[in-house]
């Protein structure tokens, strides 16, 4: 059988290193030619050499020059077989934020698209003006648009993000966790992401390391004991594979190493075990010419050794989202120990160690990225949902979930299949689908059955989503989703519904006001004219002000309609004073003239309710409901207490607060005003607030007496579904305030 030439393979925590203080450009241009012969020489060499003079006389932590941290990170992306601009940008990735030198001087000196990579993973101006947190939400903010432009952004991060956790130790120690920490949340979660196993091991191992310093040292003692009898066993198993395999016509090549510090620290964790009682710890790679053979292989490890149940994974089949393919299986060796085993073929195992840098092809000196929407899909998502986050502390929190999940796979009826987070439910699930398809789920059914929304999904389900056009998210359904893009879309929609309700009910109660006075509606430059000097970005916005109680009609009205205002019976200044002092209602005091009053805020009374009023020091007449608590009160004086009544013409309205609690629909907001203007009331302020599928709106409504207020809330209760309690609200200004009395109805 003709031998089969595998590409270097080997898998062990070797790097490439920049040899101690190796200045030499002819040195530095020998080694990145011995990792990448397609590299342009001519690009890299001007870079180091622009990147030299500008960080002269700069030391890093350790003493060194700055240099040396610019040669390394150069040399960790060669060590990827980027192009040239790729790694001249890895030599100048500090230029802009350490060397006061611009980006378009950078352009101007080198191209665009070098000048663009470098900008990518500068920080941001003016860093020191906010909090740490909004600077860290920024910064990755700035990065994640920079990917979605050009993916080496994130390639040169992490070879300089792996090249600062190489030379931790020089930092103070309150520095080293914070850099650790955000490495371990951030960094290697996004190396994993889009598949590069070897910068997230080596990231994953450097966390540890500092956050964890005694389990690390403690792990590091306990692999150093039982170092020779792991090697030996290794080295059985792969001279016992390799035989076998070869035996039956499979060529291979296979390594063996332990499982790295963190993988094996998580499986301490998460079995509450110390390391002696964890035995899967060693890992075997298989790599063979061809997928057909990774099968032929996988079935003479089972026949060879007993696999252990539910640990074969199909990743050639199935890959995962950023692309890496493998079979999975572990099987119980020899001397009755687990082990794990990776079967792939040579071009899978450079995906799996190398992963979007994996897919750079070279072609005439021009690079050309083989774009995988399956692995690039979760950055879009990303920065879909990132829009709408204005908090940077919850920006930071979604975007760490986000990152760091497994994954399961399931599928449509049609067959296709879809990536998921571990955990993800069917609801989750009708979201991945389309948006649309989310927003009107009513049922899902996994694999044939009917189930409820947060049924939690298994690798290989067949999920169907069941729709209608009536359909709409609730609030519920935040706690139902676990994926941060489900979870987003329904905060969107939730968003955007508020405000097109909103919209909708300012523009009837506007609409409602021009009718009633008689006045031409005005034209889309005067409504313009009037958001622009109320301080709204557009009429549209005012109005949805308007509707949710933020915005007075009065006010909007009275910047329309200023000169309507004062021909139709505008008050004058004393007469206004007066109605003020009055309430601006019409009260009789028995033997006594046209005295001043004001009606108490605390039962805010209207015609038909028994009232009676009190002297008070300073105030004038003060008019309560006679069942008013303070009334009650105050009638201990009964020297303060005089005999009221009403005395209101046909056209006299006054306002009343009602609280109304109902199950919560759509256009619920708009049903209920429009229950009130049929009948002959407005509405003249609204807000509402929905929790758990409950709805409690505020109203501020325009009636002529009691009578007339009950058939209002008769009428609600009558033609509005499901409503729970009315309340009318009492306390605090009748048009604002917050209200701290209340009365059942």
Wanted: charged share 25%; aromatic share 8%; hydrophobic share 40%.
């Amino acid at each position: 059988m003709e031998r089969f030439i595998f590409p270097n393979v080997t898998d062990n925590l070797t790097r490439y290193r920049l040899p101690v203080g190796m200045m030499n450009l002819a040195e530095f241009i020998i080694h990145i030619e011995s990792m990448n012969a397609n590299i342009s020489i001519p690009v890299v060499r001007k870079a180091y050499e622009f990147s030299n003079w500008a960080h002269k006389g700069q030391k890093r932590a350790s003493g060194e020059p700055y240099i040396e941290h610019c040669l390394n990170v150069a040399f960790i992306l060669a060590e990827q077989h980027l192009d040239g601009d790729t790694v001249a940008a890895g030599l100048l990735h500090d230029i802009v934020e350490d060397c006061n030198i611009g980006i378009n001087e950078l352009a101007h000196e080198f191209s665009p698209e070098i000048a663009a990579l470098v900008d990518g993973v500068t920080k941001l101006g003016a860093y020191q003006m906010k909090s740490r947190a909004e600077n860290q939400a920024d910064y990755f903010r700035k990065m994640l648009i920079s990917m979605a432009n050009d993916i080496r952004v994130i390639l040169i991060k992490l070879a300089d993000r792996l090249h600062n956790m190489r030379t931790l130790e020089y930092l103070p120690h309150e520095k080293q966790l914070v850099i650790a920490t955000e490495t371990r949340d951030v960094y290697a979660p996004l190396a994993h992401r889009f598949g590069m196993a070897k910068i997230k091991w080596e990231l994953e191992d450097l966390s540890l390391k500092y956050i964890k310093a005694d389990v690390y040292r403690y792990l590091m003692e306990r692999i150093d004991l039982t170092r020779s009898e792991r090697e030996t066993y290794i080295q059985d198993i792969v001279q016992t594979l390799t035989k076998a395999l070869t035996d039956d016509g499979v060529a291979v090549e296979i390594t063996g190493r332990a499982k790295h510090f963190d993988s094996i620290y998580r499986k301490m964790v998460k079995r509450q075990k110390p390391f002696e009682e964890i035995y899967d710890l060693i890992a075997i790679r298989v790599v063979t010419p061809t997928v057909k053979d990774c099968y032929h292989a996988l079935g003479v490890i089972h026949n060879m050794w007993t696999p252990v149940a539910d640990r074969f994974h199909d990743y050639i089949a199935t890959p995962k989202q950023n692309m890496y393919q493998s079979l999975h299986t572990t099987v119980v060796g020899p001397n009755g120990r687990m082990v794990e085993i990776q079967i792939r073929t040579p071009s899978m195992h450079y995906v799996a160690e190398y992963g979007i840098a994996a897919h750079w092809l070279y072609k005439e000196g021009k690079h050309v990225l083989e774009e995988s929407d399956r692995q690039l899909s979760w950055l879009r998502e990303v920065l879909d949902w990132q829009k709408d986050m204005t908090n940077p502390e919850e920006f930071m929190e979604f975007l760490k979930i986000d990152l760091f999940h497994d994954e399961v796979f399931v599928f449509t009826p049609n067959g296709e299949l879809k990536h998921l987070p571990l955990g993800a439910t069917a609801l989750d699930f009708a979201f991945a689908v389309h948006t649309n398809v989310g927003v009107h789920c009513v049922g899902t059914k996994v694999n044939g059955r009917l189930v409820p929304f947060e049924t939690v999904l298994k690798s290989g389900d067949e999920v169907e989503v069941m729709t209608s056009p009536h359909a709409e998210p609730s609030r519920d359904w935040l706690k139902v989703c676990k994926t941060t893009s489900a979870r987003a879309k329904i905060r969107k929609y939730m968003k955007q519904k508020g405000f097109d309700e909103s919209y909708a009910l300012g523009k009837e109660m506007f609409e409602r006001a021009i009718k009633k006075r008689k006045l031409k509606y005005p034209s889309e430059e005067q409504l313009d004219d009037a958001a622009m000097a109320l301080s709204y970005t557009s009429s549209e916005q005012m109005l949805a002000k308007l509707g949710s109680g933020d915005l007075a009609l009065g006010g909007l009205m009275s910047k329309l309609f200023p000169q309507e205002e004062e021909t139709q019976g505008k008050p004058s200044i004393i007469k206004k004073f007066v109605d003020k002092a009055r309430g601006g209602k019409g009260i009789r005091v028995e033997g006594m003239g046209n005295m001043m009053f004001r009606f108490a805020n605390c039962c805010q009374p209207v015609p038909g309710e028994r009232i009676v009023g009190f002297i008070t020091r300073g105030r004038g007449l003060s008019i309560h409901r006679a069942d008013c608590v303070n009334a009650i009160i105050a009638a201990q004086e009964p020297e303060r207490k005089v005999e009221v009544s009403w005395d209101v013409g046909g056209e006299a309205s006054f306002l009343v607060r009602l609280a109304i609690v109902v199950e919560y629909r759509k256009n619920i907001l708009y049903d209920i005003t429009e229950v009130v203007a049929n009948c002959d009331a407005e509405v003249r302020g609204a807000e509402l607030s929905s929790k758990e599928a409950i709805a409690t709106g505020h109203f501020v409504i325009e009636i002529k007496n009691i009578s007339h207020l009950n058939r209002v809330i008769a009428a609600i209760r009558k033609k509005i579904s499901r409503v729970i309690k009315i309340d009318r609200v009492f306390g605090g200004e009748t048009d604002q305030g917050e209200p701290n009395e209340s009365n059942s109805n």
